[in-house]
């Protein structure tokens, strides 16, 4: 059974920094994407970063270009998105989810497996 934790949500101010860490279990892990999604409150569910099972291909929502970075360490099936310049309208439930691919995707569909979420709060 394949499972995902994430950690390292909390409450920081606007302009600070977070590192959210997602470890994985019951897959292979080194063979598959890893993606990064968030919601806020009465929001849908929106994409956020994703990577290829070997590190090399990143993508992001335009958002969080030049402040997030995706990265993975396969000996350790984690996953993790360090999140810099933060900003209030960051405040969202992050969730990482895993798909039966190599490449990475945008579309929330394409995964099949998800973590509980963490909060990230961003105060202004």
């Known amino acids: 059974q394949v499972q995902l934790v994430e950690s390292g949500g909390g409450l920081v101010q606007a302009g600070g920094s977070l590192r959210l860490s997602c470890a994985a279990s019951?897959?292979?892990?080194?063979?598959?994407?890893m993606g990064w999604f968030r919601q806020a409150p009465g929001k849908e569910r929106e994409f956020v970063a994703a990577?290829?099972?070997?590190?090399?291909?990143?993508d992001y929502t335009d958002s969080v270009k030049g402040r997030f970075t995706i990265s993975r360490e396969n000996a350790k099936n984690t996953v993790y998105l360090q999140m810099n310049s933060l900003k209030p309208e960051d405040t969202a439930v992050y969730y990482c989810?895993?798909?039966?691919?190599?490449?990475?995707?945008?579309?929330?569909?394409?995964?099949?497996?998800w973590g509980q979420g963490t909060q990230v709060t961003v105060s202004s």
């Open positions: 989810a895993t798909r039966a691919y190599y490449a990475g995707s945008s579309s929330p569909h394409d995964y099949d497996y």
């Open positions: 019951g897959r292979t892990f080194s063979r598959y994407a």
């Open positions: 990577i290829s099972s070997n590190g090399v291909i990143t």
